[in-house]
């Protein structure tokens, strides 16, 4: 007889954004008149097209597999060394990466779930809360949690509370973890950490031989000089520390899919028998197995990103997008609502009007407005009563936003 894997009967009945789509079709069947006037700042799903030197590049990559002379059949599994290269060369110069320590993907949500697969059962595993809820439905998937509380919080997963209080920057904790995510720029609520916050857990994660999972999917936000963009800008990182980046909120591609890990060979944990191994080993014995490498037309595209027309086009995606999410914290503001974030990401973090819960807050954007946002618990619980608003839009989309956002709650 064949049985599931009942971990999966732990998970809430839908994941966060199927679950906001499905909502907002609900109201469009209900209200068809209404239709046209939805604006969606829900899912960080970014709107503006390919920068022009991505798209050449593809092209290209099209072409080369158009004829038998530069045809190309399966990629090595870790990515293109031109890619890896160009990553390391343009992303972490000086910070003791070489190409061989990057791994090449189809993008960082997959690959900050699959990394469970290399590491053992009965970790201790730290998240923060409000988080992006992959880390937690893979962990639950993995057999990681036992079951949900009232609150929706996981036995056995050790939350790290962010509030306005800590500025959404998680504390070490008292306890021990093995495994800590940490995402910087942080989803949902746009917080950074300084470099003091940021050598604060790595001397945490060296103390308690533990692992930082590190998501920089947003480093390309950041604006002020003196926030750190990598962990590995953080002294011992290398030993302690992964890394996961992505090419779908700077170069747009979150319909193209690409990302990479970048996992140093100096990062090991124990296994059974109390050897060390290192992380780098298990994950390409991992990604060689379950994984045949991005396309060649997407990785010859991402490799564009860093060329000078790329780079050029991407910090001109990337200034839009920030004046949008200016406007927003301004918009917010002046509607009498506290606002965090918005200013070295792509997400602002607005706290509810008084008496709103985050679901109350989704409903009246959405019946009032026709704007689509995130509820803050939809994170998790100390996430209840605020709102995430993604700038991901047209400047016309947010102008509007904005009004309605006034209008409606000034
Ligand atoms: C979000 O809205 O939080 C993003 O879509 C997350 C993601 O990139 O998967």
């Not at 300084?194 to 999972?213: C, F, G, M, P």
């Not at 028998?273 to 490498?293: A, E, I, M, Y």
């Not at 200016?326 to 008496?355: D, H, I, M, Q, S």
């Amino acid at each position: 007889m064949a049985t599931i894997n009942s971990n999966f009967l732990k998970l809430k009945a839908g994941y966060l954004f199927p679950e906001i789509a499905r909502r907002v079709r609900v109201y469009t069947e209900e209200n068809p008149d209404k239709a046209a006037r939805i604006i969606r700042c829900g899912i960080g799903d970014v709107t503006e097209p390919l920068p022009a030197a991505v798209v050449k590049a593809m092209h290209e990559g099209v072409e080369e597999m158009a004829d038998r002379a530069t045809f190309k059949g399966y990629g090595p599994e870790q990515g293109y060394e031109f890619l890896r290269q160009a990553i390391v060369d343009n992303q972490f110069a000086d910070l003791g990466i070489s190409a061989d320590e990057v791994f090449i993907s189809d993008g960082s949500k997959c690959d900050t779930g699959n990394i469970l697969d290399i590491f053992g059962k009965g970790n201790v595993i730290a998240i923060t809360d409000p988080v992006y809820p992959v880390y937690v439905d893979t962990n639950v998937m993995a057999g990681n949690t036992g079951d949900a509380d009232e609150k929706g919080a996981y036995e056995g997963l050790l939350y790290l509370p962010c509030n306005a209080a800590n500025n959404f920057v998680a504390d070490v904790p008292a306890e021990k973890a093995d495994i800590i995510y940490l995402c910087f720029p942080n989803n949902p609520t746009g917080a950074v950490a300084t470099r003091a916050q940021l050598e604060a857990w790595v001397k945490y994660a060296k103390e308690n031989d533990a692992i930082i999972l590190f998501d920089a999917a947003y480093e390309a936000f950041i604006q002020d000089p003196a926030i750190p963009r990598s962990i590995f800008e953080i002294e011992g990182a290398r030993d302690v520390a992964l890394e996961f980046r992505s090419f779908s909120k700077n170069g747009g591609f979150t319909g193209v899919r690409c990302g990479y890990i970048v996992i140093p060979k100096t990062v090991t944990a124990k296994a059974d028998d109390g050897t060390r191994v290192p992380l780098h080993q298990l994950w390409s014995r991992r990604h060689s197995t379950k994984f045949n490498g991005a396309s060649y037309p997407v990785q010859k595209a991402a490799a564009a990103v860093f060329s000078p027309e790329g780079k050029q086009q991407v910090s001109a995606l990337i200034e839009h997008y920030m004046g949008n999410a200016k406007l927003l914290r301004e918009a917010a503001a002046a509607a009498g609502l506290p606002v965090f974030g918005g200013e070295n990401a792509p997400y602002v973090w607005v706290g509810c009007p008084a008496g709103l819960t985050s679901w109350d807050m989704f409903d009246k954007m959405l019946g009032e407005a026709q704007v689509v946002i995130t509820p803050g618990s939809g994170f998790g619980s100390a996430g209840e009563g605020y709102f995430r608003i993604s700038a991901f839009n047209s400047r016309a989309n947010v102008e509007e936003v904005c009004r309605r956002l006034k209008a409606l709650v000034a």
